[in-house]
């Protein structure tokens, strides 16, 4: 029953944001940037989807509905666009200069959760110069393409996060775990 009312909220908040301001004018009750046919249309699409999705959306933990949780994700997403800029220009002073050493490898950022494994990965995936070629499922490591791969990182195997994805599993680990 709590993983089909959280699903249902959820989708009824999505719902509202992504149709918001689309409020007729000429409708006979208007709530502020919603009609009412389009607050009971997205109340039932939201219970039809908290019916079928329930199981999917929520597994095993509730952990993330924790709002300290949310506003530490916040934090992250200025991190992590600081360290998509960084990575911006870093890039294009590769291309410029032909100083590229491209290689895969291996990262082991120590993650116990999926739901960390997978934020990290397309964390590293969308900053520029790395991508996540694959995920041992088994100890959750990454291979990271990456298109500077320094010498003083292969020196440990695996090789060190610090170098690959800067302080993202520390951010990660806040969140998801």
Do not use: Q
């Not at 409020?23 to 919603?34: D, E, G, I, K």
């Not at 994700?73 to 200069?97: H, Q, S």
């Not at 990262?107 to 694959?134: C, E, F």
Request: charged residues 20%; contains cysteine.
């Amino acid at each position: 029953m709590v993983a089909f009312v959280i699903t249902t909220i959820v989708c009824f908040i999505t719902y509202l944001l992504l149709t918001t301001g689309t409020a007729n004018n000429s409708s006979m009750v208007n709530l502020w940037l919603w009609s009412i046919e389009e607050i009971i249309l997205g109340l039932i699409l939201s219970i039809i989807v908290g019916i079928i999705a329930r199981k999917i959306f929520i597994k095993k933990s509730i952990r993330m509905l924790n709002p300290v949780r949310w506003f530490i994700f916040i934090g992250y997403l200025f991190y992590f666009f600081y360290e998509m800029a960084k990575a911006n220009f870093d890039v294009a002073y590769r291309v410029i200069t032909g100083k590229i050493n491209p290689g895969i490898v291996k990262i082991s950022p120590d993650l116990k959760t999926d739901l960390g494994t997978t934020m990290l990965a397309n964390s590293i995936t969308l900053t520029p110069g790395t991508l996540t070629v694959d995920v041992d499922e088994d100890c959750n490591d990454l291979y990271i393409h990456w298109i500077n791969v320094k010498k003083e990182a292969l020196e440990k195997k695996p090789v060190d996060c610090k170098y690959v994805c800067a302080g993202f599993p520390k951010w990660v680990r806040r969140i998801a775990e």
